[in-house]
RNA sequence: GUGGGCGUAGUGUAGUUGGUUAACACGUCAGGUUGUGGCCCUGAAGAUCGCGGGUUCAAGUCCCGUCGCUCACCCCA
């Protein structure tokens, strides 16, 4: 039954049964972060609202109305975590990270929040693996990073993917584009749907990635955001391409890439699995080298991504990917009479101690039921204790696969039980 | 923010053109004689049919609202 108060819209109880995928991917994640030296940092579950005013964009959707924006006791504008990427420059920033060797390797696994409209694969809070390499300017560390995405889905067993990449320019390239994209829908905001009409002002470079069916010539006809890349811009994307040609992660130039966040600067890249549709975008990343300049540190250019566990699982669960086989329970302790049951405690203690698990049945219940309970729990094996055991200090030691069962003293059940 | 579908026990579903004690499966619990699981059999608990209002002699079944879920747009991981 629905109780009074249930989780909040958008948001999800992840049960217990859901818990091994988070585990394999929590662990997967990890594990490669070690390969590549990445180490973890976790930041405040909320930050300055100005942060990401300054960093993600004022004009942005996530900023002007995505963002779970509130008032502390002391007035502060605070605003919950929506995006990874500011807070651990802001980190890196607040402890003097620049002293260390460049760059600096991050990771993190968190929960993100957005005050969007849920729907398949889209929640109000979702969690967000990434990883962010800063104080590195160089196509290398780009590249790196994609390795680090690509290596993940494929270490996790998921297939199909594509990588889509692109380059947006940087501060001196890119205004000059925007220019001309602005130029060139001039003289088309009749032929155009409402939204793109109010994007050539606010957002131009989302003109580009617009799905409209009335938009699409318009879209065509566009100049290309690759044709007015600055030497530099331009240098640095062909270097990028070349090194992810040479690690032979497969990938697709977009031109029409755009990101949502106003901080990227030169590469872009995403990863979509084969299933189309909206919400299919399982990771994205891209360099940001005028962040932390926005928020106050010394010119220091980065790069990173991010990649949402919801939909990772979403797509390892279409996909049929196995999960390792969980750790079942050793040993479950069945008490056959009251006065068992003291010894049934500490028979389960000792099984810990060795490192195993145990658990006790409830000596009120009947044997049969006792081992109904080690059947569903999937027991290796029960171990039965009973007045008849007591006498002997042993235990009557049945392993649930097979049925067959023997008495064993009651300090030998662990040695019969390892594997 | 916009539009479509849906909302019945823990879970998944059935409930004929509105008409008496809301059904089934799985799950849970208890039994199937004397200390033993998985199959099988029996039984029990568990739903004021999301919530609020309305129409009607009568509503799970019709109408309105509301909340939630879901799908698409938008946006994004």
Known sequence: MAPDIQAPRGTQDILPDEQPWWD???????????????????????????????????????????????????????????????????????????NQP??????????????????????????????EAIGDASPSVDTETIEVLWRLYENLGLTGLTLNLNSI????????????????????????????????????????????????DAVAGAPALTDYLCEACGDHFSQVRGYVESLGIPHVVNPRLVRGLDYYTRTVYEVQPVEEGGQSTVGAGGRYDGLIEQIGGNPTPGVGFATGIERIILNMKRQNVNLPD????????????????????????????????????????????????????????????????????????????DGSQETVPMGDVASRVRP
């Open 326 to 401: 969980a750790a079942r329970l050793a040993v479950f302790v069945v008490c056959a009479s009251a006065a068992a049951r003291v010894f049934a405690f500490k028979l389960a203690s000792d099984l810990r101690r060795a490192g195993l698990s145990a658990v006790v049945g409830d000596s009120d219940r009947s044997l049969k039921a006792q081992m109904r309970h080690a059947g569903s729990l999937q027991a290796a094996y029960a171990a039965i204790i009973g007045d008849r055991e007591l006498e002997a200090n042993s235990v009557t030691l049945k392993r649930l696969a």
């Open 24 to 98: 394999y991917v929590r662990d997967t994640a990890e594990k490669l972060c070690g390969e590549f030296r990445y180490t973890q940092i976790d930041t405040p579950m909320f930050e300055d609202v100005a942060l990401f005013k300054r960093t993600v964009g004022d004009t942005t959707d996530i900023v002007q109305k995505e963002m779970y924006v509130f008032q502390d006791r002391g007035d502060q504008e605070l605003a919950l975590r929506p995006e990874g990427t500011a807070p651990v420059c802001r980190a890196y920033i607040e402890h003097g990270m620049h």
């Open 169 to 216: 320019g940087d501060a001196e390239c890119r205004p000059r584009y925007l220019e001309a994209l602005r130029a060139y829908y001039s003289d088309k905001l009749d032929r155009v749907c409402r939204d793109c009409q109010a994007r050539v002002e606010r957002n131009p470079l989302r003109l580009l990635d617009c799905k409209n069916a009335e938009c699409q």
């Open 102 to 131: 460049q760059p600096v390797r991050l990771f993190y696994i968190t929960p993100i929040f957005r005050y969007d409209r849920p729907q398949a694969g889209r929640y109000r809070q979702h969690h967000q693996f990434g990883i």
